[in-house]
T-cell receptor
């Protein structure tokens, strides 16, 4: 089946640092999504990308839809402790496939 | 507005028992998705419905799993008989359509089969 390769698998950073994570695929997709999941909760949508090359921000979060339509990245600037969680990329055309997640740990 | 509602939030059952998970999508959404999340396999799409009709059930692991959507505001995922390897968190999500529209997830049902 389709696979999204998400990296890194986990990150341990200091509060205030910037974070970058990405997803790649061997297939072309029309939509890329980024979600955050906290313990005991369902994934919450952070950013949705619909056009190749699109760069979208949501507060300290910025995500881009790769020009080849096979990749996307998510940046978090000036991280804070509440950024802790697992971040998932998802991509799809008629249905969505999910990456394996990036577990972010932020040390105060 | 209420988000996707799932019940129960937690379920503990014994192997061989029937398990029914319930989902109420966001009002006005036409598509509903059932996912399973485990440490080993991550988030897997089990089945999705569009306008109450099952469109793709290729992710349903076995005949022991079945899903129904009798109307636009309710869906069930049933496991009969349940097995320990079915232990996972089951999420329901909904969207305006099954195409490019983004999906909104419920809080999940944490299932433990002993």
């Amino acid at each position: 089946g389709q696979q999204l390769n998400q990296s890194p698998q986990s990150m341990f950073i200091q509060e205030g640092e910037d974070v970058s994570m990405n997803c790649t695929s061997s297939s072309i997709f029309n939509t890329w999504l980024w979600y955050k999941q906290e313990p005991g909760e369902g994934p919450v949508l952070l950013i949705a990308l619909y056009k190749a090359g699109e760069l979208t921000s949501n507060g300290r979060l910025t995500a881009q839809f790769g020009i080849t339509r096979k990749d996307s990245f998510l940046n978090i600037s000036a991280s804070i402790p509440s950024d802790v969680g697992i971040y998932f990329c998802a991509a799809g055309i008629n249905k969505f496939y999910f990456g394996s997640g990036t577990k972010l740990n932020v040390k105060p | 507005d209420a988000g996707v509602i799932q019940s129960p939030r937690h379920e503990v059952t014994e192997m061989g028992q029937e398990v029914t998970l319930r989902c109420k999508p966001i009002s006005g959404h036409n598509s509903l998705f059932w996912y399973r999340q485990t440490m080993m396999r991550g988030l897997e799409l089990l089945i999705y419905f569009n306008n109450n009709v099952p469109i793709d059930d290729s992710g349903m692991p076995e005949d022991r799993f079945s899903a129904k959507m009798p109307n636009a505001s309710f869906s069930t995922l049933k496991i009969q008989p349940s097995e320990p390897r079915d232990s996972a968190v089951y999420f329901c999500a909904s969207s305006f359509s099954a195409g490019q529209e983004t999906q909104y997830f419920g809080p999940g049902t944490r299932l433990l089969v002993l």
